[in-house]
T-cell receptor
Framework: RKEVEQDPGPFNVPEGATVAFNCTYS??????FFWYRQDCRKEPKLLMS???SGNEDGRFTAQLNRASQYISLLIRDSKLSDSATYLC?????????????FGTGTRLLVSP | NAGVTQTPKFQVLKTGQSMTLQCAQD?????MYWYRQDPGMGLRLIYY???????DKGEVPNGYNVSRLNKREFSLRLESAAPSQTSVYFC?????????????FGPGTRLTVT
């Protein structure tokens, strides 16, 4: 089983739609969680951290479910500019140092 | 601020050739990382440097060496390139190795080994 698993998609949605991605992780001792965004042929960039209480940043909401070991990302009112690959990232922290484990990404395509 | 810079952007090597990928950051970060990204695999950590003067192996270190030249620079060397090392290589840095610190990535180097 992969440490971090995501549905690769693509998710094709119209502008204005709400879309949700899930990600599961295998290490129950994982300490911190992130969503990164990667545009085609570009570097990953942090979208948001995921906290136990859940967090929201504008149109984006991230949730963590430790009992079921999954993380979710909800995007409301999708924009064309949201088209990208979304990487679920987990930090096991079992060595005391941040060594991130990346999922393979979920591709989102927002159409007019 | 330029953030994290990488050179070269593209490189084609023949099997057995060597090369060094350069990475520099201007954010005064303590920790630096080298990843490779392959289709269907996600980013995988090759080596990291928790602080100046230290380096450690990541998930896929075989065939690579690194040097943390100073606080700003972290280079990755391929001594004898193999086709399996065809990949996109990203350098990243973070303020420290603590659990909440964001990693900032460079633009990547696309390497093809024939």
């Amino acid at each position: 089983r992969k440490e971090v698993e995501q549905d690769p998609g693509p998710f094709n949605v119209p502008e204005g739609a709400t879309v949700a991605f899930n990600c599961t992780y295998s290490n129950s001792a994982s300490q911190s969680f992130f969503w990164y965004r990667q545009d085609c042929r570009k570097e990953p960039k942090l979208l948001m951290s995921v906290y136990s209480s859940g967090n929201e940043d504008g149109r984006f909401t991230a949730q963590l479910n430790r009992a079921s070991q999954y993380i979710s990302l909800l995007i409301r009112d999708s924009k064309l500019s949201d088209s990208a690959t979304y990487l679920c990232v987990v930090n096991p922290m079992n060595t005391g140092f941040q060594k991130l484990v990346f999922g393979t990404g979920t591709r989102l395509l927002v159409s007019p | 601020n330029a953030g994290v810079t990488q050179t070269p952007k593209f490189q084609v090597l023949k099997t057995g050739q060597s090369m060094t990928l350069q990475c520099a950051q201007d954010m005064n970060h303590n920790s630096m990382y080298w990843y490779r990204q392959d289709p269907g695999m996600g980013l995988r950590l090759i080596y990291y440097s928790a602080s100046e003067g230290t380096t450690d192996k990541g998930e896929v270190p075989n065939g690579y060496n690194v040097s943390r030249l100073n606080k700003r620079e972290f280079s990755l060397r391929l001594e004898s390139a193999a086709p399996s090392q065809t990949s996109v290589y990203f350098c990243a840095s973070s303020e420290s190795g603590g659990p909440t610190y964001e990693q900032y990535f460079g633009p990547g180097t696309r390497l093809t080994v024939t």
